[in-house]
C-alpha cells in the first residue's frame, strides 16, 4: 500500500461517488495529477475548495487512492464571474495534459502565482496573464518556442513581423500577423509589458493552434463561455 504523508495541492475538480463521497482530482507539485476518493465528504460540514492551495495526505493500492487527511495553506479569495471561468479553464487544461502521477513542480508553483493575482487584474491583464500561464504550460510540458531567435538564427527584431511554422518557430515575412514586439512581451513574461488588444488576440491564436495539437479531439468546455473563446 502506497501512503503519502504530505503532499502541496490544488483541488482542479470534483464530482459525486456513490451514496456520501466524491470523486476528487488533485493537482500536486510532488506527484503531479493524482485522483483521490474523498469518504463520506459530501456529509462534511467544511468541503474542499478549487482554487487553494491545500496539504493533503493519502493512501491505498491501484490508481484511484483514497484522501485520509487535508488542510488549507492559503489565505482565503473570491473567484468570481469571468475571472472564475478562467480559472476553470486552467484546471480543464490541467486534467487533460498533464498525465496522472507526471509532477511538474514548476508548472505548479505558476499556477498558485496565477491563482494568487487573477482576481486583482482588469480584463486586458488577466487576458495577458492567461496567455502567458498557456505559454508557460506549453514549455513545462516540453513543446517550448523560442521566442529570442527566428527560423534563420536571427535575433528577433521587435520592428519586424513573423509568421509561426508549426513544431519549428518563427519565419520573418513582411505581412506576418506576430510582431516581433509581442514576441519580446512573451520573452519578459511579465504583466508590466502588457500588448495592446490586437496583440492579445494574435498571442491567443498562436497559442491556441499550439494546443490544439496536443488535445488533438479533446475538448475544452470551458472556451464555449465568456471571452476565453
Given at each position: 500500500m502506497r501512503k503519502i504523508e504530505t503532499a502541496s495541492a490544488v483541488l482542479i475538480h470534483r464530482r459525486a461517488y456513490r451514496d456520501s463521497s466524491l470523486l476528487l482530482d488533485f493537482?500536486?507539485?510532488?506527484h503531479g495529477r493524482v485522483r483521490l476518493v474523498g469518504r463520506g465528504i459530501r456529509k462534511s460540514k467544511t468541503s474542499i475548495q478549487m482554487f487553494q492551495r491545500l496539504n493533503i495526505s493519502f493512501s491505498g493500492?491501484?490508481?484511484?487512492?483514497?484522501?485520509?487527511?487535508?488542510?488549507?495553506?492559503?489565505?482565503?479569495r473570491e473567484i468570481k464571474g469571468g475571472t472564475l471561468i478562467l480559472c476553470i479553464y486552467i484546471n480543464e487544461l490541467i486534467s487533460v495534459l498533464v498525465h496522472d502521477n507526471d509532477p511538474h513542480p514548476e508548472l505548479f508553483d505558476i499556477y498558485i502565482?496565477?491563482?494568487?493575482?487573477i482576481a486583482s487584474l482588469n480584463n486586458n491583464q488577466q487576458l495577458w496573464l492567461l496567455r502567458l500561464f498557456e505559454s508557460n504550460m506549453l514549455s513545462e510540458l516540453g513543446y517550448g518556442l523560442d521566442y529570442r531567435i527566428d527560423l534563420n538564427g536571427n535575433e528577433i527584431d521587435e520592428n519586424k513581423n513573423y509568421e509561426y511554422r508549426q513544431h519549428?518557430?518563427?519565419?520573418?515575412?513582411?505581412?506576418?500577423?506576430i510582431s516581433g514586439k509581442l514576441l519580446g512581451s512573451l520573452?519578459?513574461?511579465?504583466?508590466?509589458?502588457?500588448?495592446?488588444?490586437?496583440?492579445?488576440?494574435?498571442?491567443?491564436?498562436?497559442?491556441?493552434?499550439?494546443?490544439?495539437?496536443?488535445?488533438?479531439?479533446k475538448k475544452i468546455r470551458s472556451r464555449e463561455l465568456f471571452f476565453v473563446s
Open positions: 493537482y500536486t507539485k510532488e493500492k491501484g490508481e484511484l487512492k483514497t484522501l485520509t487527511q487535508w488542510e488549507i495553506d492559503d489565505s482565503p502565482d496565477f491563482i494568487n493575482v519549428l518557430g518563427f519565419d520573418e515575412k513582411v505581412d506576418g500577423k520573452v519578459s513574461s511579465d504583466l508590466e509589458s502588457l500588448p495592446d488588444e490586437g496583440m492579445l488576440k494574435v498571442c491567443r491564436n498562436l497559442n491556441r493552434e499550439r494546443l490544439n495539437l496536443l488535445l488533438g479531439n
